[in-house]
């Protein structure tokens, strides 16, 4: 399902984006704030999982991080330099509640407020998250996802966070990523809080659905002017491997895209989801209701991709092959498909392991937007991880990335021609704005098109800083 025309390759360049079209940057406030303990700010799952020795490499955390609560402003400025259009960042769920309950601490409150307001003077549009995986850990201490309390929390949350900036913020994303918070979180135990469990990552699933149900409805409760609402999905591009590589396909497709599109989309989980997944739960944790308030009209549906998945169908003889691109840490974030194998996809790849195929991001907008026609669509984070060096001539220091800029240009052209064919795209949010704690893998990964030096906290704007800003200011996809 991809493009005839342009360059197989597609490293097109001359193609221009319309009027309109948001182009931004990402970034998500555990990652980049650190200031984990002040202003009443209480703990995360990630202070307590990177705490916690051999969960995140090196021994990483993110207690300083970016130090963007202290440097928020000339990071503005910064995107200003850039031309951004728009800014994606999340709220920390406990700078607002520290312990996920309870009235909201005005500074944290604050904090965003005066982000949003900055935004606003530079004239960048705010997109909002409010969930980014930073759950306050008492809300984890009563079972976190795993149970409904949970997210008739996040319902309180939202609606303070919408009295306080619902004036202002133009597109309100609920969650990021609800796939990595449900089974990387609860199934594999790669990412907080850690839980190795088929039935909590299925009971995640279908809290976290309803806890973006429920902050809808919140918001629109208490927001006075006119944003947009949205939710942000890393859909899988999954493709099949010989013989049995359809039914491998449908099985994953069902748990990691299906499980969130069709009770969001469609109001209702497919039934083969079900089938799938019942000698692990009878789902009797969706109670009457839940899939009308899940079922929320969506303005905008935010689009994450970085890679493609090759999967089939397990021999249950040779040795499985688990190559699906996360951190194995003993548990499995596919609940359900013991017999399904991941296989490796031919390169090259990113500093993550990811294989790089532009063709899948076409592929997965194209087929969003045959399933769900009238759907506006956000691509609201693609980057990729380089191994970045900095390099002095003349006193200036610089980051030469050809292979980020390389990337970039592949997947702007992608995007493009869903474009031409017809897909209501509109934006893209590039991840990310800077170099940041990437989870379990600590601060070994760069994504940001700004390298950080963690020591000194020094900025600096790389190659592909300066060509994205060059599409911006042009409108138009230059050469690499």
Known sequence: MSSTTGNPDYRDSGLTFPDGFLFGSATASYQIEGAYDEDGRGPSIWDTFSHTPGMVWNGDTGDVADDHYHRWESDLDLMVELGLESYRFSIAWPRIQPTGRGPAVQAGLD???????????????????????????????????????????????????????GDRVAVWTTLNEPWCSAYLGYGSGAHAPGVTSPLAALQAVHHLNLAHGLAIQALRSVVTNDPQYSITLNLHVLRGSGPTGAEAVRKIDAIANRAFTGPLLHGAYPPDLFVDTAAITDWSFVLEGDLEIINQPLDVLGVNYYSTTLVAVWDGVSPRQMADGHKDVGGSPWPGADDIEFLPQPGPYTEMGWNID?????????????????QPLMITENGAAFDDAVTVSDGIARVHDPLRVDYLQRHFTAAHRALSAGVDLRGYQVWSLMDNFEWGYGYSKRFGIIRVDYDTQERTLKDSALWYAALITSRTIPAA
């Open 111 to 165: 904090f965003y407020s005066n982000l949003v307001d900055g935004l606003i003077a530079r004239g960048i549009t705010p997109i909002a998250t409010l969930y980014h995986w930073d759950l306050p850990q008492a809300l984890e201490d009563e079972g976190g996802w795993t149970v409904r309390s949970t997210a008739e929390a996040f319902a309180d949350y939202a609606r303070l966070v919408g009295a306080a900036l």
């Open 358 to 374: 532009p063709s899948g991001l076409e592929e997965l907008l194209l087929a969003l937007h045959a399933e769900f026609p009238s």
